[in-house]
């Protein structure tokens, strides 16, 4: 998040998008001698119905409080879906912040003891995707979802995620957007700048992700994951808020072969509990051998 993102997000927003809609999209003719990806500026603002000095002016910053009616014109040529639409006009959004009190991301005991008693494969995760607790099935399943671990970081740099994620290429794709959505206007965490400073130093996937300015929720949802021990698995995904942080459970369809390679990566589990380790901040403690270098 640099200084010129964070102080002009809505024209930052605008210009990654048009540049994703062809002319052809937007009923234009091609043409030619395009000098730039996706829709000129003053085609942004023909379709839209404003004068091309006004949408300059949104492009640039010099107006940051366009009205509503302005914003849904230009979701309109931009195509955005509904959680994009409404990431626009937060952009826009005149009230004054309030401070944010921050305060470490604390996993409830209760949850501790419902880790405990999951059979399935669960953890609990921060904002930024840190893994705050999980239980031993989820190590089994993947020792990425250790404590301590960012499931982001692990997803674009270690090589091992990579392989265990059988479309790694979406997946990463809407992690990334995820993030974006989660940051929302907190741009200045000192969590979320830190995770971003090192993903874009360390990831050339990150850094075109996040020129794009995706936004979107990770919700649940169904994966197929590349087992080293056990094979391909076939997952649902649910994601439970509960308090500031999430509990995420894996688990497969009764009686599919993924259920029978889930209950013996089971049995290939160690039986002593594995003690979650609660970060004292929103930072996690790294291990040792990360960050892997990404691979092309």
Do not use: C
Request: charged share 25%; glycine share 6%; no cysteine.
């Amino acid at each position: 998040m640099n200084d010129e993102e964070s102080g002009n997000r809505l024209g930052s927003y605008l210009r990654a998008r048009r540049e994703l809609v062809s002319p052809a999209q937007a009923g234009l003719p091609p043409g030619g001698n395009r000098r730039v990806p996706g829709l000129r500026r003053e085609e942004v603002a023909l379709l839209a119905g404003i004068s091309p000095d006004y949408y300059l002016r949104l492009e640039r910053g010099r107006d940051k409080n366009p009205s509503p009616q302005v914003l849904h014109a230009l979701a309109r040529v931009l195509q955005l879906d509904e959680i994009e639409r409404t990431y626009l006009l937060g952009l826009s959004a005149t009230r004054p912040r309030a401070p944010r009190r921050r305060r470490p991301e604390h996993v409830p005991a209760r949850v501790h003891q419902l880790l405990a008693h999951l059979q399935l494969p669960a953890f609990v995760e921060g904002r930024a995707f840190d893994v705050l607790a999980s239980n031993p099935m989820a190590i089994a399943l993947s020792p990425r979802l250790r404590p301590g671990e960012n499931r982001l970081r692990s997803l674009l740099l270690d090589p091992e995620e990579q392989a265990f994620q059988q479309d790694w290429a979406r997946a990463t794709t809407d992690f990334v957007a995820a993030l974006r959505t989660t940051i929302g206007d907190d741009t200045d965490n000192p969590r979320f700048v830190e995770l971003v400073g090192e993903l874009a130093l360390s990831s050339q996937r990150f850094r075109t992700l996040w020129a794009r300015h995706d936004v979107r929720t990770l919700d649940g949802g169904t994966t197929t994951l590349n087992h080293p021990a056990v094979g391909e698995l076939h997952l649902h995904r649910d994601k439970l808020a509960i308090d500031d942080v999430i509990l995420v459970i894996y688990y497969p369809d009764k009686g599919s072969d993924s259920d029978e390679k889930l209950h013996l990566l089971a049995t290939l589990t160690p039986t002593e509990p594995t003690k979650p380790t609660e970060p004292t901040d929103t930072t996690p403690d790294r291990p040792a051998n990360h960050p892997h270098p990404e691979t092309p």
